[in-house]
């Protein structure tokens, strides 16, 4: 895939530099053509308009707009290039590891009392929502992190998207095409804020009389004006400017609540017309799965209302000028009929407004998971089991590591719960880290990073990055207790069918770890759950001969040369090695 990329890229940086030149000869061009203009319109000026030069300076006029139409055109082209390059750019990182300086980490969505997210790398610096986003508006960077920190979909859910997310995976140019509209829209906190507005029950003015007769008003205003155009009657053209300064006043009197009403509007018209790309696009594509179907039914119905949101929207924020919108309400009652027209859309579409977003935002997350196939050496998409708390794979790693650097694993759970014993930098929680994101990339309805990956649908629960808390005069052992509590009441709820606890009870000594150990698993064993344990202390792993769920595993290391050796491949049975005193001589301490 990174071949191919490259090979794009390089295409397209030829066609964004012949775009560029036409556009920068075009610019001069014009720029020359404009003198001519001024010289064309001097002439004319000085020889009293003589016809011919009057028709040579429409033609002028005709040629500079025609050049300046496809100045614009070169400009978009240029455009949408560069944005197609710096996708394709993306993508590369994320194949070669330089996604750690994305600049979106989806920080906001870092909650440290979360089931997983911030010890498995969710959200955050270095996280999975910082290595699969490619969502660029509001509503779809909100679903992309809603998919990974609570997704709750059913089985039939899940294999819906997986169908949308493998075939979106297929077509990369379409992908790119949508990730690179959005892009164009860009994120807009205030957005949600303008959804609510045109969802609202609030009307500028209550009751169809009253829009009766501005209509009214408006049309003898009009007619008015026109007849004493015409007519050049006195008695019309006063008539004539008595409604222009009654309908000054009706503009006077509603000005403030005409400018709270439509003031939300007026960033719009740039941003629905982005979306209209993007809805265009959609709805014009053959999609085969389900769920993107189902999308592309909310986001095609949307098109009309699009389009009227999008004139009205254009009509509020073309008449800022003072003098313009003074003469327009003057004649149109300009802003009553903005308001009026947003009002009866609000009516009739209002209600289905934040679906339409939302339908975009879904579709956006899932592009996102799309990315994982391409960017992955490794990846399948999941099969769901029938049997509860299943998690098998063969040749699983963990996705946020280099292609080139990742060592992959096999992992039959089935049920179990691990022991998992090792020394120092084994691999032990990188395994168990692995283990958990793949299980909430499965639950997603996304590929996971394996060869062949069997699950049931788990909600997780983890133990892992513990620490005290001063402030609340909480150590660490305690801090780690209350997290091992959560564990045990949501498996007590249903909540939880699957755990991750890594080195258990570290902050106390050998003989309590031990007898809160035996507790835990006593416990975790009567729930049914499955899980994985990781500890350094032996002692815990002959825990094993006490419970018949509990299975042995270890990460072990060797020496060559007298250097210290890592092969980060799971193995049965309990760890035979120590690196405590190597590490220390490492360092210079013995």
């Known amino acids: 895939m990174q071949q191919c990329l490259e090979t794009e890229i390089k295409r397209r940086e030829a066609a964004l530099a012949e775009y560029n030149r036409t556009a920068n000869i075009i610019g001069i061009f014009k720029v020359i053509w ?112 809603s998919d990974l920190l609570s997704p709750g979909f059913s089985n039939e859910e899940i294999r819906e998207r997986q169908e949308a997310v493998s075939e979106l995976g297929s077509d990369y140019a379409w992908t790119s095409q949508i990730e690179y509209l959005s892009s164009k829209i860009g994120i807009d906190a205030s957005f949600p804020e303008l959804i609510s507005e045109l969802q609202g029950q609030k009307h500028f003015i209550e009751g169809m009389p009253v829009k009766w007769l501005a209509s009214l008003s408006r049309i003898l205003t009009i007619t008015a004006v026109l007849l004493s155009l015409l007519t050049r009657d006195t008695l019309i053209s006063a008539a004539a400017g008595v409604m222009m300064i009654f309908q000054l006043l009706i503009w006077s009197v509603g000005f403030s609540k005409i400018n709270r ?5 007026l960033k719009l018209p740039y941003k629905i017309a982005r979306y209209d790309d993007m809805i265009q696009e959609i709805a014009g594509y053959n999609f085969h799965s389900e769920k993107l179907k189902q999308i592309q039914a909310v986001v095609s119905s949307a098109q009309e209302a699009i389009h009227s949101l999008s004139r009205i929207s254009g009509n509020i924020s073309q008449c800022q000028n003072g003098i313009v919108r003074t003469i327009l309400n003057i004649l149109f009652l300009w802003d009553y009929k903005n308001a009026f027209d947003l009002d009866r859309w609000k009516q009739e579409h209002g209600a289905s407004t934040e679906s339409w977003f939302a339908a975009l935002g879904e579709l956006e997350s899932l592009i996102s998971f799309s990315n994982l196939p391409r960017c992955l050496s490794t990846s399948c998409i999941p099969v769901i089991s029938a049997h509860p708390n299943i998690l098998e794979a063969r040749g ?23 022991i998992i014993s090792g020394s120092n930098m084994s691999g032990k929680t990188t395994f168990m880290r692995t283990a958990g994101i793949n299980m909430i990339l499965a639950n997603a309805g996304s590929c996971v990073c394996a060869q062949q990956m069997t699950f049931t649908p788990m909600n997780v629960i983890t133990s892992m990055r513990i620490a005290d808390e001063l402030t609340e005069g909480i150590s660490t052992f305690y801090a780690e207790l209350k997290r091992i509590k959560k564990i045990i009441d949501a498996a007590k709820a249903g909540t939880c069918q699957l755990f991750l606890i890594d080195e258990i009870f570290r902050g106390t000594n050998s003989a309590d770890r031990l007898k809160g150990a035996e507790e835990v698993i006593k416990t975790l064993c009567a729930l049914g759950i499955s899980g994985m344990i990781t500890t350094h202390d032996l002692e815990v792993c002959k825990l094993s ?7 042995n595993y270890s990460f072990n290391e060797h020496y060559t040369d007298g250097e210290i050796c890592f092969d980060y491949k799971i193995k049965n049975g309990v760890s035979k090695t120590t690196n405590a005193e190597y590490l220390l001589k490492k360092v210079g301490i013995l």
């Not at 280099?402 to 992959?408: I, L």
């Not at 001969?545 to 299975?551: E, G, N, Q």
Request: aromatic share 12%; glycine share 6%; proline share 1%.
């Open 261 to 265: 009403y439509l003031g939300i509007m």
């Open 34 to 145: 404009i003198v001519m203009c001024g010289i064309t319109v001097y002439q004319v000026w000085t020889n009293h308009f003589p016809l011919k030069l009057l028709l040579l300076l429409c033609a002028e006029i005709i040629v500079f707009i025609l050049s300046h139409l496809y100045h614009i055109r070169e400009l978009e082209r240029a455009g949408h290039e560069a944005g197609l390059i710096r996708i394709a750019k993306k993508n590369i990182s994320r194949i070669t590891g330089g996604w750690c300086s994305f600049e979106d980490t989806g920080k906001e969505f870092i909650d440290y009392n979360h089931d997983y997210s911030s010890d498995l790398d969710i959200v955050g610096r270095n996280s999975l929502f910082q290595y699969l986003n490619s969502t660029n508006t509001y509503y779809g960077r909100q679903r992309l992190a």
């Open 545 to 551: 001969a006490s419970f018949r769920r509990i299975v």
């Open 396 to 418: 699983m790693g963990h996705p946020l590591l280099n292609n080139t650097q990742r060592v992959c694993n096999d992992l039959n759970l089935d049920n179990h719960i691990f």
